[in-house]
Structure formats: structure tokens, C-alpha cells
């Protein structure tokens, strides 16, 4: 302790062991320290968010088309995207009007997703799509290569 306040630091007892381990240090500096590895560490371990697109049974071409690429886009970011499909009014009994809508969609983004889950409410169906990992793509795309030659 004399040691610490003759160099004008902290004394900080870094591990509860049997002797106490203690080190002579700045303590706000080495709490500086820390802070900035914690966020350091959060920024490489972003997890994928879940998105939702949502669609109708009825929707033109040119609309599907647009939720497509929107689709595509959030999965290439690495987010799962649920695909909301609602229901109004007397459309709830057609559920394969909206079974055909989401099956097009998870079929336009079969290379960079697979389908997670599904469930079927009483006036809604959801599909949720998980990205393929970077890895699983690459081997892929190295098949269809090997194929192609």
C-alpha cells in the first residue's frame, strides 16, 4: 500500500486467492481499458435480428416482386426475416392462395436461405427464413462449379 501511494496509483486486488493477488496501476485508466475491449467484443458478436415482410394473398406480381427483393437484402445482411402473410375478411378460407405466395418467395431465395419455421394461426400464416451461413454458401457455389465442368 505504501508503495502504491508513493507512485501515486491504485492498488487493485485482481484475483481472491489464497494469497489476494494485487497490482500497482491506474485504476481509472485500466477501467477505461476495459470498457473499450467490452464494446470491442459486442461489435464483432452481432447476432441476426428478426426482420418481418409483410405480404397479402392477393398481391400483384410487380409487389411480390418488391417484398423479394427486400427479402433477399435483409437475409444478406445475416437477419432472419419472418414472412407475415394476413388474412382479411372472407380470403381466410383460401389458405393456399397464401401457402402459394410464401412458397414463391422462399423459392426466389432458396440460395441464401432455408426455411426455419412455419406456423398457421387463425388469420395469418408465418415463415421464418434463416440465412445460410457464409460457409455453407461457399461450399454451394463450389459444387455447382465442380458440376458445371
Known amino acids: ?16 486467492t489464497s494469497p489476494p493477488v494485487c497490482r500497482i496501476l491506474d485504476y481509472g485508466k485500466y477501467k477505461y481499458e476495459q470498457t473499450k475491449k467490452e464494446r470491442k467484443a459486442k461489435r464483432g458478436r452481432r447476432v441476426g435480428l428478426l426482420k418481418e415482410v409483410r405480404l397479402r394473398p392477393k398481391i ?25 402473410l394476413r388474412f382479411r375478411g372472407r380470403e381466410v378460407i383460401y389458405p393456399e392462395l397464401g ?37 455453407k454458401t461457399k461450399e454451394i457455389e463450389t459444387d455447382a462449379e465442380t458440376q458445371d465442368t
Not at 500500500?1 to 481472491?16: H, I, K
Not at 410464401?102 to 432455408?114: D, T
Open 1 to 16: 500500500m505504501q508503495a502504491a501511494e508513493e507512485s501515486g496509483l491504485d492498488l487493485v486486488q485482481v484475483a481472491t
Open 60 to 84: 400483384e406480381e410487380h409487389d411480390l416482386q418488391a417484398k423479394i427483393r427486400t427479402t433477399k437484402k435483409l437475409l444478406e445482411e445475416g437477419n432472419k426475416v419472418r414472412l407475415l
Open 99 to 135: 401457402w402459394k405466395v410464401l412458397r414463391g418467395v422462399a423459392e426466389a431465395s432458396k440460395e441464401i436461405a432455408v426455411i426455419s419455421s412455419s406456423t398457421n394461426e387463425q388469420r395469418s400464416i408465418a415463415l421464418v427464413l434463416a440465412p445460410v451461413s457464409p460457409k
